[in-house]
Nanobody, 125 residues
């Protein structure tokens, strides 16, 4: 089992940047594909980005491609989401998630086994 804790959310103006961090507990961090999702009130949780166990492969939702970068640090047991050129439509609660799914870079919510508590990102226009 792994516990995930996100930090780094906040309020930023459109065009600005924010960096999210997610610290994973336990010593089995490399077993998990890691992902970031987001959810607006009244909407379904949606995929943002995923990174493979080795960190060698990444996949992004079209809506964030070219603006967001996912990375991981195995030594620190952490995954990060660097968000640049933020838009008001990026406003949501952002969740870190860990997956044991054997498929590469799953994007479905149901493929992820563990979730953080979420961190609010608000982009003002």
């Amino acid at each position: 089992q792994v516990q995930l804790v996100e930090t780094g959310g906040g309020l930023v103006q459109a065009g600005g940047s924010l960096s999210l961090s997610c610290a994973a507990s336990g010593r089995t961090f490399t077993r998990y594909t890691m992902g970031w999702f987001r959810q607006e009130p009244g909407k379904e949780r949606e995929f943002v980005a995923a990174i493979s166990r080795s960190g060698g492969s990444r996949y992004y939702a079209d809506s964030v491609k070219g603006r967001f970068t996912i990375s991981r640090d195995t030594a620190k047991g952490s995954v990060y989401l660097q968000m640049n050129s933020l838009k008001p439509e990026d406003t949501a609660v952002y969740y870190c998630a860990a997956s044991l799914d054997p498929r590469d870079l799953p994007i479905a919510v149901r493929a992820y086994n563990y979730w953080g508590q979420g961190t609010q990102v608000t982009v003002s226009s």
